[in-house]
């Protein structure tokens, strides 16, 4: 299993963006799969993850309200589409397999698979 993340870029506050996460590999509907982000200086957190079968979704408080993640089977992808982004949303944004919701945050089992990162900058 591959995985890519995309999309990323400059947005002004308010803003909106879409990742993309494409999938290479057969059963995407078999696997969760993260967002996760990284912002300078900070741990990593995951940011929302979709079970295998789209059972269950979750999302870290802060995006609740205003990030959506969501799968297309036919073009094997999983974005996360980001509105009314702000300037703490500044990040490396990784998608990654095997994701799940531990209390109250998201995390990521050790044997998961993880895309190169892509940027998201929020700055007027």
């Known amino acids: 299993v591959q995985l890519q993340a995309s999309g990323g870029g400059l947005v002004q506050p308010g803003g909106s963006l879409t990742l993309s996460c494409a999938f290479s590999?057969?059963?995407?509907?078999?696997?969760?799969i993260g967002w996760f982000r990284q912002a300078p200086g900070k741990e990593r957190e995951g940011v929302s993850c979709?079970?295998?079968?789209?059972?269950?979704?979750d999302y870290m408080d802060s995006v609740k309200g205003r990030f959506t993640i969501s799968r297309d089977i036919g073009k094997n992808t999983v974005y996360l589409q980001m509105n009314s982004l702000k300037p703490e949303d500044t990040a490396v944004y990784y998608c990654?397999?095997?994701?799940?919701?531990?209390?109250?945050?998201?995390?990521?089992?050790?044997?998961?698979?993880w895309g190169l990162g892509t940027l998201v900058t929020v700055s007027s």
């Open positions: 590999g057969v059963g995407l509907e078999y696997y969760a």
């Open positions: 979709i079970s295998d079968r789209d059972r269950h979704i």
């Open positions: 990654a397999t095997d994701c799940y919701k531990r209390r109250d945050y998201i995390s990521v089992f050790e044997f998961a698979s």
